[in-house]
C-alpha cells in the first residue's frame, strides 16, 4: 500500500512570503490531518478533515494559516504570511476512521529566515 | 496544564538496560492511549496502544493507569536501535477527536 505523500520536502522562505504544502493521503482514508511539529515539541494538531469537510479547526490560526481538501482526497495548507515562529515540520496523516490507523507523511520542513 | 506531560529526558542508557518512560494526560475522559515511536528527522510510528489490563510487545510493556491518568513505557535489554523520541499520545472521541501527542521523551542507547 503506498503511503502518504507530501511535497515540497524542504523549503526555505522569508517571513511575509507565502507557502503551500501538498498531501495525498493513502487510498480510501477518510480522514486526514495535518499537524505542526516544532523543534523539541511534539505534534500539534492544525485541522482534520472527515472526506472534503473540516471536523476541527480550533488550532489553525486562521489570520494567517487555511487549508482544504477539495473531493476528499488531496489536501493543501497554506500559510500567508509566513512569520519567523512557523518554521517548523509539517505533517500531514490520513487514517480510515477517526483516531486510530494513522500513517503519517515524511513531512514538509519549514524554515522561515 | 499540557494536555499530555513528559519527561522530555534525554535518558542515556547502556545497551542492556532497562528504561521506563512515564506520561500523564489531563483529561480523565480520555478513551485510547498509544506510544510512537520518532526517530530524528523521521514522522512519527505508531509502536503500540495502551490497554487499561497492561500489554506487551517482545522487550516492550506499556501499562495504563486510569484512575491516576498515568501511562508508562518499559523497555527491556535495550537496543541501538531503540534510540528514538518516544510519543505518549492520547484520543478523545469528543471535541477534537484526533490524537494528542506529548512532547516525546528522547532515549539514547550508548554501546
Known amino acids: 500500500e503506498a503511503g502518504v505523500a507530501q511535497s515540497p520536502r524542504y523549503k526555505i522562505i522569508e517571513k511575509r512570503q507565502s507557502v503551500a504544502f501538498w498531501c495525498n493521503p493513502i487510498?480510501?482514508?477518510?480522514?486526514l490531518y495535518w499537524y505542526q511539529q516544532i523543534l523539541g515539541q511534539g505534534p500539534k494538531l492544525l485541522i482534520q478533515?472527515?472526506?472534503?469537510?473540516?471536523?476541527?479547526d480550533s488550532q489553525l490560526p486562521k489570520d494567517r494559516f487555511s487549508a482544504e481538501r477539495l473531493k476528499g482526497v488531496d489536501s493543501t495548507l497554506k500559510i500567508q504570511p509566513a512569520k519567523l515562529e512557523d518554521s517548523a515540520v509539517y505533517l500531514c496523516?490520513?487514517?480510515?476512521?477517526?483516531?486510530?490507523?494513522?500513517?503519517f507523511g515524511s513531512g514538509t520542513r519549514l524554515t522561515v529566515v | 496544564r499540557k494536555e499530555v506531560e513528559q519527561d522530555p529526558g534525554p535518558f542515556n542508557v547502556p545497551e542492556g538496560a532497562t528504561v521506563a518512560f512515564n506520561c500523564t494526560y489531563s483529561?480523565?475522559?480520555?478513551?485510547?492511549f498509544f506510544w510512537y515511536r520518532q526517530d530524528y528527522r523521521k514522522e512519527p510510528k505508531l509502536l503500540m496502544s495502551?490497554?487499561?489490563s497492561g500489554n506487551e510487545d517482545g522487550r516492550f510493556t506499556a501499562q495504563l493507569n486510569r484512575a491516576s491518568q498515568y501511562i508508562s513505557l518499559l523497555i527491556r535489554d535495550s537496543k541501538l536501535s531503540d534510540s528514538a523520541t518516544y510519543l505518549c499520545?492520547?484520543?478523545?472521541?469528543?471535541?477534537?477527536?484526533?490524537?494528542?501527542f506529548g512532547s516525546g521523551t528522547r532515549l539514547q542507547v550508548q554501546p
Open positions: 487510498s480510501g482514508h477518510a480522514t
Open positions: 478533515f472527515q472526506n472534503n469537510g473540516v471536523v476541527d
Open positions: 495502551v490497554y487499561s
Open positions: 499520545v492520547v484520543f478523545l472521541d469528543t471535541g477534537r477527536r484526533a490524537l494528542t
Open positions: 496523516a490520513s487514517s480510515p476512521r477517526t483516531g486510530y490507523g494513522y500513517t
Open positions: 483529561n480523565s475522559a480520555s478513551q485510547s
